[in-house]
């Protein structure tokens, strides 16, 4: 009976938090990144293969969001590295693409002079 309760709960979350990290963008970073840390480790705690893969699943597809913020897809990408998912290559590289994009638009600081 517990079990079929905690399978709703983390097939809910699956579903609901990428779109909700999405969608609230404005809102703190770093509470959707705690978020994200917090609901790693509960799901490593519950030891079920099937819930793994589906929280990891949401994690792959988090860190491939193009309009989500850096610091989250960041955390996703270590995650994922971590639980051995991604090579250290294919994270550097997800990483260095979602950090080098924002930057080759920004406008120069007030006042700078190139050289």
Do not use: T, Y
Not at 18 to 46: E, H, M, P, T
Not at 56 to 72: C, F, I, K, W, Y
């Amino acid at each position: 009976m517990v079990d079929d309760v905690v399978d709703g709960l983390v097939a809910r979350i699956c579903i609901g938090f990428a779109r909700r990290v999405c969608f609230a963008q404005r809102r703190g970073r770093r509470r959707d990144v705690d978020r994200v840390i917090a609901i790693n480790g509960a799901i490593a705690l519950l030891q079920n293969d099937e819930h793994v893969a589906a929280w990891q699943a949401v994690l792959r597809q988090m860190a491939d969001m193009q309009g989500l913020h850096g610091l989250v897809a960041g955390r996703c990408c270590r995650l994922l590295l971590d639980a051995g998912v991604f090579a250290s290559e294919e994270a550097s590289r997800r990483m260095g693409w979602r950090f080098r994009r924002p930057l080759s638009r920004r406008k120069p600081p007030r006042g700078w002079r190139g050289s």
